[in-house]
Protein backbone atom coordinates (compact mmCIF):
# COMPACT_ATOMS: atom_id res chain seq x y z
CA UNK A 1 0.00 0.00 0.00
CA UNK A 2 1.58 3.35 -1.20
CA UNK A 3 2.00 5.89 1.97
CA UNK A 4 0.07 9.34 1.59
CA UNK A 5 0.12 11.86 3.77
CA UNK A 6 -2.79 12.21 6.05
CA UNK A 7 -4.56 15.70 6.81
CA UNK A 8 -2.95 15.90 9.94
CA UNK A 9 0.39 16.79 8.69
CA UNK A 10 -0.75 19.15 6.32
CA UNK A 11 -0.35 22.76 6.04
CA UNK A 12 -3.22 24.62 7.63
CA UNK A 13 -5.32 25.25 4.52
CA UNK A 14 -5.22 21.03 4.03
CA UNK A 15 -5.42 20.67 7.83
CA UNK A 16 -9.11 22.82 7.79
CA UNK A 17 -10.28 21.22 4.94
CA UNK A 18 -9.66 17.84 5.84
CA UNK A 19 -10.89 18.33 9.74
CA UNK A 20 -13.88 19.41 8.30
CA UNK A 21 -14.45 16.47 6.01
CA UNK A 22 -13.90 14.29 8.70
CA UNK A 23 -16.06 15.69 11.57
CA UNK A 24 -19.08 15.88 8.87
CA UNK A 25 -18.40 12.11 8.19
CA UNK A 26 -18.36 10.93 11.54
CA UNK A 27 -21.63 12.94 12.58
CA UNK A 28 -23.44 11.27 9.60
CA UNK A 29 -21.83 7.87 10.68
CA UNK A 30 -22.99 8.08 14.41
CA UNK A 31 -25.97 10.20 14.50
CA UNK A 32 -29.65 9.11 13.27
CA UNK A 33 -32.11 6.33 15.02
CA UNK A 34 -29.83 3.50 13.95
CA UNK A 35 -26.40 5.33 13.62
CA UNK A 36 -23.49 2.85 11.59
CA UNK A 37 -20.99 3.50 14.13
CA UNK A 38 -23.00 2.87 17.40
CA UNK A 39 -19.83 2.79 19.62
CA UNK A 40 -18.53 5.84 19.16
CA UNK A 41 -20.09 7.80 22.04
CA UNK A 42 -21.60 10.96 21.32
CA UNK A 43 -19.68 13.36 23.67
CA UNK A 44 -16.80 12.42 21.99
CA UNK A 45 -18.25 13.37 18.58
CA UNK A 46 -18.70 16.49 20.13
CA UNK A 47 -15.65 16.49 21.38
CA UNK A 48 -14.70 16.01 17.82
CA UNK A 49 -16.87 18.63 16.15
CA UNK A 50 -15.91 21.36 18.80
CA UNK A 51 -12.47 21.18 18.25
CA UNK A 52 -12.65 21.83 14.56
CA UNK A 53 -15.29 24.28 15.41
CA UNK A 54 -12.66 26.22 17.73
CA UNK A 55 -10.01 25.43 15.14
CA UNK A 56 -12.02 26.94 11.76
CA UNK A 57 -12.94 30.27 13.99
CA UNK A 58 -9.12 30.97 14.66
CA UNK A 59 -7.92 30.06 11.83
CA UNK A 60 -10.28 32.25 9.76
CA UNK A 61 -9.09 35.01 12.15
CA UNK A 62 -5.85 35.11 9.86
CA UNK A 63 -7.49 35.38 6.60
CA UNK A 64 -6.42 38.84 5.36
CA UNK A 65 -4.95 41.29 7.89
CA UNK A 66 -4.11 40.31 11.20
CA UNK A 67 -1.91 40.55 14.31
CA UNK A 68 0.86 38.39 16.06
CA UNK A 69 -1.49 37.29 18.75
CA UNK A 70 -4.18 35.97 15.96
CA UNK A 71 -1.72 33.53 14.59
CA UNK A 72 -0.58 32.44 18.01
CA UNK A 73 -4.54 31.64 18.45
CA UNK A 74 -4.57 29.74 15.59
CA UNK A 75 -1.55 27.71 15.90
CA UNK A 76 -2.82 26.96 19.49
CA UNK A 77 -6.26 25.81 18.29
CA UNK A 78 -4.40 23.73 15.66
CA UNK A 79 -2.74 21.54 18.35
CA UNK A 80 -5.49 21.71 20.72
CA UNK A 81 -7.71 20.33 17.85
CA UNK A 82 -4.32 17.51 16.59
CA UNK A 83 -4.49 16.66 20.41
CA UNK A 84 -8.14 15.82 20.25
CA UNK A 85 -8.36 14.16 16.65
CA UNK A 86 -5.30 12.13 17.07
CA UNK A 87 -6.70 10.10 20.07
CA UNK A 88 -10.15 10.26 18.35
CA UNK A 89 -8.54 8.31 15.30
CA UNK A 90 -6.91 5.94 17.48
CA UNK A 91 -10.00 4.71 19.95
CA UNK A 92 -12.75 5.06 17.50
CA UNK A 93 -11.91 4.64 13.50
CA UNK A 94 -9.10 2.37 13.58
CA UNK A 95 -11.25 -0.66 13.71
CA UNK A 96 -15.20 -2.63 12.68
CA UNK A 97 -17.52 -1.37 11.99
CA UNK A 98 -15.26 1.82 10.36
CA UNK A 99 -14.15 0.27 7.16
CA UNK A 100 -10.79 0.90 5.00
CA UNK A 101 -12.80 2.36 2.28
CA UNK A 102 -14.29 5.16 5.42
CA UNK A 103 -11.22 5.66 6.68
CA UNK A 104 -9.31 6.67 2.63
CA UNK A 105 -12.42 8.74 2.79
CA UNK A 106 -12.36 10.16 5.97
CA UNK A 107 -8.02 11.38 4.70
CA UNK A 108 -6.60 9.32 7.20
CA UNK A 109 -3.88 6.09 7.67
CA UNK A 110 -4.97 2.58 6.93
CA UNK A 111 -3.21 0.11 8.07
CA UNK A 112 -0.22 -1.19 5.81
CA UNK A 113 -0.16 -4.64 5.21
CA UNK A 114 2.47 -4.12 2.35
CA UNK A 115 4.59 -1.71 4.01
CA UNK A 116 6.55 0.17 1.23
CA UNK A 117 9.94 -0.35 1.03
CA UNK A 118 12.18 2.34 2.23
CA UNK A 119 15.08 3.07 -0.03
CA UNK A 120 17.59 5.85 0.25
CA UNK A 121 16.35 9.71 0.58
CA UNK A 122 16.01 11.14 -2.89
CA UNK A 123 15.23 14.68 -1.67
CA UNK A 124 16.69 17.48 0.16
CA UNK A 125 16.15 19.18 3.29
CA UNK A 126 16.17 22.68 2.63
CA UNK A 127 16.53 25.76 5.62
CA UNK A 128 13.45 28.45 5.20
CA UNK A 129 15.25 30.16 7.86
CA UNK A 130 18.34 30.62 10.42
CA UNK A 131 18.30 32.25 12.76
CA UNK A 132 20.73 33.84 15.40
CA UNK A 133 18.42 34.15 18.54
CA UNK A 134 21.56 34.97 21.78
CA UNK A 135 22.63 33.36 24.58
CA UNK A 136 24.62 32.00 22.04
CA UNK A 137 21.62 30.06 20.25
CA UNK A 138 20.96 29.64 16.55
CA UNK A 139 17.18 28.74 15.36
CA UNK A 140 16.52 26.17 11.94
CA UNK A 141 13.84 26.27 10.35
CA UNK A 142 13.32 23.52 7.74
CA UNK A 143 11.43 21.82 5.09
CA UNK A 144 12.00 18.61 2.33
CA UNK A 145 12.29 20.56 -0.97
CA UNK A 146 9.30 18.28 -2.58
CA UNK A 147 6.91 19.06 0.32
CA UNK A 148 7.39 22.93 1.12
CA UNK A 149 3.86 23.58 2.68
CA UNK A 150 4.59 20.78 5.58
CA UNK A 151 6.56 20.27 8.39
CA UNK A 152 6.83 16.71 8.39
CA UNK A 153 9.60 14.53 7.81
CA UNK A 154 9.75 12.13 4.63
CA UNK A 155 8.17 9.09 4.96
CA UNK A 156 10.59 6.41 6.45
CA UNK A 157 13.15 9.36 7.28
CA UNK A 158 14.12 9.51 11.26
CA UNK A 159 15.29 12.86 10.82
CA UNK A 160 17.55 15.90 9.26
CA UNK A 161 21.24 14.98 10.03
CA UNK A 162 23.01 18.55 10.14
CA UNK A 163 26.42 18.80 9.52
CA UNK A 164 27.82 21.99 11.04
CA UNK A 165 31.13 23.48 12.79
CA UNK A 166 31.98 26.55 13.87
CA UNK A 167 34.57 29.59 13.81
CA UNK A 168 36.02 32.73 12.56
CA UNK A 169 35.99 31.75 8.81
CA UNK A 170 33.28 30.65 7.22
CA UNK A 171 33.99 26.17 6.07
CA UNK A 172 34.23 26.18 2.39
CA UNK A 173 33.19 22.54 2.08
CA UNK A 174 31.29 19.76 3.40
CA UNK A 175 34.20 18.00 4.29
CA UNK A 176 34.59 20.68 7.19
CA UNK A 177 31.12 20.40 8.73
CA UNK A 178 32.92 17.63 11.32
CA UNK A 179 30.43 17.89 13.83
CA UNK A 180 26.51 16.58 13.56
CA UNK A 181 23.28 16.37 15.35
CA UNK A 182 19.87 14.58 14.37
CA UNK A 183 17.06 17.58 13.72
CA UNK A 184 14.18 15.51 14.55
CA UNK A 185 11.66 18.70 14.88
CA UNK A 186 10.99 22.81 12.91
CA UNK A 187 11.92 24.90 14.49
CA UNK A 188 15.07 23.41 16.08
CA UNK A 189 17.42 25.32 18.63
CA UNK A 190 21.31 24.33 18.54
CA UNK A 191 22.96 26.07 21.85
CA UNK A 192 26.81 26.50 21.49
CA UNK A 193 29.72 27.31 23.77
CA UNK A 194 30.24 31.23 24.57
CA UNK A 195 33.38 31.24 23.03
CA UNK A 196 31.24 30.93 19.64
CA UNK A 197 30.30 34.29 19.93
CA UNK A 198 30.76 36.69 16.33
CA UNK A 199 32.25 32.80 15.18
CA UNK A 200 30.61 31.83 12.08
CA UNK A 201 28.17 28.62 11.99
CA UNK A 202 28.43 27.08 8.71
CA UNK A 203 25.50 24.22 7.92
CA UNK A 204 24.30 21.75 5.73
CA UNK A 205 22.04 18.81 6.22
CA UNK A 206 20.69 15.37 4.60
CA UNK A 207 17.76 13.93 5.30
CA UNK A 208 18.32 10.00 7.40
CA UNK A 209 16.05 7.25 7.06
CA UNK A 210 15.47 4.62 9.57
CA UNK A 211 18.17 2.23 8.29
CA UNK A 212 20.94 5.21 9.10
CA UNK A 213 21.16 6.00 5.02
CA UNK A 214 21.58 9.50 4.04
CA UNK A 215 20.29 11.37 0.76
CA UNK A 216 21.45 14.56 -1.39
CA UNK A 217 23.28 17.14 0.43
CA UNK A 218 21.26 20.57 0.95
CA UNK A 219 22.83 23.59 1.09
CA UNK A 220 25.75 24.99 3.06
CA UNK A 221 24.58 27.92 4.81
CA UNK A 222 26.13 30.58 7.25
CA UNK A 223 25.13 32.77 10.42
CA UNK A 224 27.20 34.70 13.12
CA UNK A 225 26.70 33.16 16.04
CA UNK A 226 25.54 36.17 18.93
Request: charged residues 20%.
Amino acid sequence: MAHYRSFIEAGDAGFDSGLENLSNYVVGKTSGASPAWPNTPQSAVDALVSAYTQWHTAYQKTFGAHTPVDTKAKNDARKAATAVVRPFIAQYLMFPPVTDEDRAAMGIHNKDTHPTPIGEPTTRPVFTDIRAIGGFQVKLWFRDEATPESRAIPYGDNGCLLFYTWGKEQASGFSALTQTKLLTHSPFTLTFPPEAQACFLSCAARWQNEKGELGPWGDIQHIVIA
